[in-house]
T-cell receptor
Framework: TQLLEQSPQFLSIQEGENLTVYCNSS?????LQWYRQEPGEGPVLLVT?????EVKKLKRLTFQFGDARKDSSLHITAAQPGDTGLYLC???????????FGAGTTVTVRA | SAVISQKPSRDICQRGTSLTIQCQVD?????MFWYRQQPGQSLTLIAT?????????ESGFVIDKFPISRPNLTFSTLTVSNMSPEDSSIYLC???????????????FGSGTRLTVV
């Protein structure tokens, strides 16, 4: 499985600030998925991006897939305490059902 | 998307014993996946469970330690055998992975089993 580097590992910001999480690899992925996980729960799918250069918006969350399909970013505008959680990126190669997960970014939004 | 019921949600076990974790899905699925996760960290795939065949294990995981059953298309169990404190972790089951030419439906995860071995 390919390596996905996720950064930063930890992020603590004040409510109302913006944040960006990055996911990078030297490998090409057929799709890139973003999950959010809260304590005591399993990861919940936020979005999948499939096309190089694709940008998807989910309310205050913006997801981008790099043109070469090797990297992705998650941007949160005007973060709220409810955005607190562990954010995980996961990539899938074509013809492979397995996911490669990044190390995760723990986001804390202080009220 | 599928709904997964995973149990137990947590357990504290004595070393040397075994624990069986169950996952029930509300729809029929071809593949089910078992992961291990240290709190606040990434997920590591243990094995893929297909109905009617033996599970496929990832490097570093063996059937004797993590036997898996998949008796039908909606249910699977993972047993953590002969436990030691190093097995303390969160164990998660997952289903999904459907794709199309321009779509990837992603995966659904159970809520996890937090295992502590003492």
């Amino acid at each position: 499985t390919q390596l996905l580097e996720q950064s930063p590992q930890f992020l603590s910001i004040q409510e109302g600030e913006n944040l960006t999480v990055y996911c990078n690899s030297s490998s090409v992925f057929s799709s890139l998925q973003w999950y959010r996980q809260e304590p005591g729960e399993g990861p919940v799918l936020l979005v999948t991006v499939v096309t190089g250069g694709e940008v998807k918006k989910l309310k205050r969350l913006t997801f981008q897939f790099g043109d070469a399909r090797k990297d992705s970013s998650l941007h949160i505008t005007a973060a709220q305490p409810g955005d607190t959680g562990l954010y995980l990126c996961a990539g899938r190669s074509s013809n492979d059902y397995k996911l490669s997960f990044g190390a995760g970014t723990t986001v804390t939004v202080r009220a | 998307s599928a709904v997964i019921s995973q149990k137990p949600s947590r357990d504290i076990c004595q070393r040397g014993t075994s624990l069986t974790i169950q996952c029930q899905v509300d729809s029929q699925v071809t593949m089910m996946f078992w992961y291990r996760q240290q709190p606040g960290q990434s997920l590591t795939l243990i094995a893929t469970a297909n109905q009617g065949s033996e599970a496929t294990y990832e490097s570093g995981f063996v059937i004797d330690k993590f036997p898996i059953s998949r008796p039908n298309l909606t249910f699977s169990t993972l047993t953590v055998s002969n436990m030691s404190p190093e097995d303390s972790s969160i164990y998660l089951c997952s289903v999904g992975g459907g794709t199309g030419p321009t779509v990837d439906y992603g995966y659904t995860f159970g809520s996890g089993t937090r295992l502590t071995v003492v």
